[in-house]
C-alpha cells in the first residue's frame, strides 16, 4: 500500500475500475484546436465541462491548459492532454502538485494557483491543472485515484465539479468540521444511521440519540398519508461525507473531515434546536477542537430576496463569527419568473462568510430529456432554482444519494434534487479547500470558490448564475498556491518582464530538482546541492514560479522496457519498479518513474417538493 502523503490516515491501493487498458483516443468528446495567436508567448486552452483532448503545439514556449470538470469520467472518457508524436523519452522534467511543495505556482487572469509541470526537450513547457491522462505516443499515464465505491462511475455530479482532480491533493483534513443543519438522519431499530456514512457528531440533549439526530419524516403539509419516503438530512449528508472507498455505495466529497450533524426544528420535531441554538453548538465544538467550520444549510424560507423576521437573531450569529462558514440553498421558486433568492441564504448579499447556491442539470434532467450540462435547473410550473442578488454559486443537482426509509430500510436515491441537492456539493468543496489551507479565512474561501468557478451565463458575475460552477481541483489548486512561502529556500520565485531576464536559484542542502536526461525517459539523477547555483531564462510575458523538491536520500528503480503496438494503441507494459512508498517522494527522478508512479498511487429521488412548507429547500 502506498501512502499519499496528502491525505492523513489513509492508504491508497491502485485501483483500475474505471480506466481503460489501453489509449483510446475516440472515447474523448472533443478535439480542441490550437487556433490563437502564434506569436504570444504563452497559449492559454480551457476545456468544457465533458471531456476533453488537448494537444500539446510546440510553437508556444509555454501551453497553459486547464481541464475543468469532466462530467463523461464515469463513461471512461476522460480529459486527456495528448503529446501527439513525443515519445516519453523526450520529457526532460516533471513536476507534479502537491499541497507542499510539488508543481509549479502560476499567475492566472484570476490569481495564483499550483500546477502540474513538464517540460519537453525542444524548450517548450507545458502546466496542466484537471487533467485525467497524459498521453504520448508510446504510453499513457493515468493521473487520478478512482474509489472502489460501488456507485462512484454513476457519480456524474462529483466529476463535473472535478472532485476526482482535487483529490489527488486533499481529501479532506481534520483541521475542519462540518456542520450539517437538517432534518436529521434515517435510523433504524437499532439507532444505527446509513452504513454508508462516516462516523457522525450529534448533540445530546440528554433525552437519547432519537431526540436530536433522528430524522422524523416530515410529511408534507401536514398530511399524516403524505408519501414522502427521503430522509432529507441523510441524502444531503452523503453528498459532503459518504464512506468513501470502503467498496460499497456512493463516494462522498471529503474523506477524512468530522462531521456534525442536528436535527433543526424546521421540522418542528421534539427535541429540535432552532438554527441559532445549533449554530451556537457547532460553534462552541469547533472552538473546543481549534476547527474551521463549515455548515451546510439546505433548507429556507421564501421571501424573495429578504431576511426572513425569524432569521433575526440568526444574522446576528452570522455577523458575530466572520470566520465560520455558512453554504445555504438559494431556494426553489425560480420557475415562478420572479427574482430573489430564499431566506436565509439573501445574507449573501451582505456577508463575506455566506455562501448562497444554486442548482444545474447535468446531461439531462429526471424525466430523461437531454440537458445542457451547468444550465440553471427550471422545470414550467414545478421548481426552479431561485436566482437573484446574493446567488454566489452553482452545483450539480438531480443526483445519486444515500437515503432512508420511514420502516427503518436503507437504501440511495437517485434523483435527489433541488438547491438542497446542490448546496452539499459547494459544502464538500469548501471543506476541501480549507482542509488544503486551513490558515484562509471563511471569506477567502468563498472569494477562491467564486474566482475559480466555472463561468456559466453571461460572461463574469450574473444573478442567474452567481459566478458559475463551482470547481473543484481549481479551487484545492488556488488555495496551495496561497499557502505557499514564498521565502522558503526551496522556492524562487521570479516575475520576469524583461527580455531574456535571467534569474539564478539558490538551494540548500537536501533540496532537490527532478532531472531527466533527454536521451532516455529512465535516466535519473539524484542532486543533493550544497549551495549549488543554477540559471533559468525565460523570455517576455513569462511568469513562473520554480520548486525543487525536498530531498533525503536517494533510492534506485530497476525497470524493463515498454514494448508498444503503435498500429491499434494496444501498450502492453513490461514495467516493474522498486517503487517509494510516497507519491510525493521524488528522490525517484525521471519523468516515467514520477508518473508511473503517480498512476498506481492515485488510480488505483427525488425532484424537488415542498419538505417543509416554508422550510427545505428540497
Do not use: C
Not at 485525467?132 to 499513457?140: A, C, G, P, T
Not at 510516497?582 to 498506481?600: H, P
Amino acid at each position: 500500500m502506498f501512502d499519499t502523503n496528502n491525505n492523513e490516515n489513509n492508504t491508497f491501493e491502485p485501483n483500475n475500475n474505471l480506466l481503460e487498458a489501453n489509449v483510446d483516443l475516440s472515447n474523448n468528446a472533443y478535439s480542441l484546436d490550437v487556433t490563437q495567436n502564434k506569436t504570444d508567448a504563452v497559449g492559454y486552452f480551457s476545456g468544457t465541462l465533458g471531456a476533453d483532448n488537448f494537444v500539446i503545439d510546440s510553437q508556444y514556449k509555454l501551453n497553459v491548459i486547464s481541464g475543468n470538470g469532466n462530467i463523461d469520467y464515469g463513461l471512461a472518457k476522460y480529459d486527456t492532454l495528448e503529446f501527439s508524436n513525443i515519445s516519453v523519452d523526450q520529457v526532460e522534467e516533471v513536476n507534479l502538485a502537491n499541497t507542499d511543495k510539488g508543481g509549479i505556482v502560476f499567475e492566472t487572469k484570476n490569481g495564483d494557483r499550483v500546477f502540474d509541470y513538464i517540460a519537453l526537450d525542444d524548450g517548450t513547457k507545458v502546466l496542466f491543472e484537471s487533467i485525467d491522462r497524459l498521453v504520448f505516443k508510446d504510453d499513457f499515464f493515468n493521473l487520478n485515484f478512482n474509489p472502489d465505491d460501488t456507485y462512484f462511475h454513476d457519480q456524474w455530479n462529483l466529476h463535473m465539479i472535478g472532485v476526482q482532480n482535487a483529490w489527488r491533493l486533499t481529501t479532506g483534513s481534520d483541521d475542519v468540521l462540518i456542520g450539517v443543519q437538517d432534518s436529521g438522519l434515517g435510523i433504524d431499530a437499532d439507532g444505527k444511521y446509513h452504513s454508508d456514512l462516516r462516523d457522525t457528531l450529534h448533540y445530546d440533549n440528554g433525552n437519547g440519540v432519537f431526540s436530536n439526530l433522528k430524522d422524523e419524516f416530515f410529511k408534507e403539509a401536514g398530511i399524516d398519508s403524505s408519501p414522502q419516503t427521503i430522509s432529507h438530512g441523510t441524502s444531503v449528508q452523503g453528498i459532503i461525507a459518504a464512506d468513501t472507498n470502503n467498496g460499497t455505495g456512493i463516494a462522498g466529497i471529503n474523506w477524512n473531515s468530522d462531521v456534525y450533524h442536528i436535527d433543526n426544528d424546521v421540522d418542528n420535531n421534539p427535541g429540535d434546536l432552532s438554527s441559532v441554538e445549533a449554530t451556537q453548538q457547532m460553534i462552541d465544538q469547533a472552538n473546543s477542537q481549534g476547527q474551521n467550520l463549515i455548515i451546510n444549510m439546505s433548507w429556507g424560507a421564501q421571501t424573495f430576496g429578504n431576511l426572513h423576521p425569524n432569521h433575526s437573531d440568526f444574522e446576528k450569529l452570522v455577523a458575530d463569527n466572520p470566520n465560520t462558514m455558512f453554504v445555504i440553498a438559494a431556494g426553489n421558486f425560480g420557475h415562478l419568473g420572479k427574482e430573489g433568492i430564499d431566506s436565509p441564504a439573501v445574507l449573501a448579499k451582505t456577508y463575506d462568510n455566506v455562501i448562497a447556491v444554486g442548482a444545474s442539470w447535468g446531461n439531462k434532467d429526471a424525466t430523461g430529456a437531454a440537458q445542457t450540462p451547468g444550465t440553471r435547473i427550471e422545470y414550467e410550473d414545478v421548481w426552479g432554482s431561485a436566482y437573484g442578488e446574493g446567488l454566489t454559486l452553482m452545483a450539480p443537482s438531480e443526483v445519486l444519494a444515500t437515503n432512508a426509509t420511514r420502516k427503518g430500510g436503507f437504501d440511495y436515491s437517485f434523483k435527489f434534487g433541488g438547491t438542497s441537492a446542490a448546496t452539499p456539493h459547494v459544502t464538500g468543496v469548501a471543506s476541501l479547500v480549507w482542509s488544503a489551507n486551513p490558515n484562509l479565512t471563511a471569506a477567502e474561501v468563498k472569494e477562491i470558490l467564486s474566482e475559480t468557478a466555472y463561468d456559466l451565463g453571461k460572461e463574469g458575475y450574473d444573478l442567474e448564475y452567481g459566478h458559475g460552477l463551482v470547481n473543484a481541483d481549481a479551487a484545492v489548486r488556488r488555495a496551495i498556491a496561497l499557502g505557499r512561502d514564498d521565502n522558503s529556500s526551496a522556492i524562487a520565485k521570479t516575475n520576469t518582464n524583461n527580455h531574456q531576464a535571467q534569474t539564478s536559484f539558490s538551494f540548500s542542502d537536501n533540496d532537490q530538482i527532478i532531472w531527466q536526461a533527454a536521451s532516455s525517459a529512465l535516466a535519473k539523477t539524484n542532486i543533493n546541492h550544497h549551495q549549488a547555483q543554477t540559471s533559468f531564462s525565460f523570455s517576455d510575458n513569462d511568469r513562473i514560479t520554480w520548486q525543487a523538491a525536498s530531498s533525503k536520500s536517494d533510492r534506485s528503480l530497476d525497470t524493463t522496457d515498454n514494448q508498444v503496438d503503435t498500429d491499434d494503441k494496444e501498450i502492453t507494459e513490461k514495467v516493474e519498479l522498486e517503487l517509494p512508498t510516497s507519491l510525493f517522494n521524488y528522490e525517484a527522478a525521471g519523468m516515467k518513474d514520477i508518473i508511473e508512479l503517480s498512476g498506481r498511487v492515485l488510480q488505483d429521488e427525488m425532484i424537488s417538493s415542498p419538505l417543509y412548507a416554508e422550510s427545505l429547500a428540497a
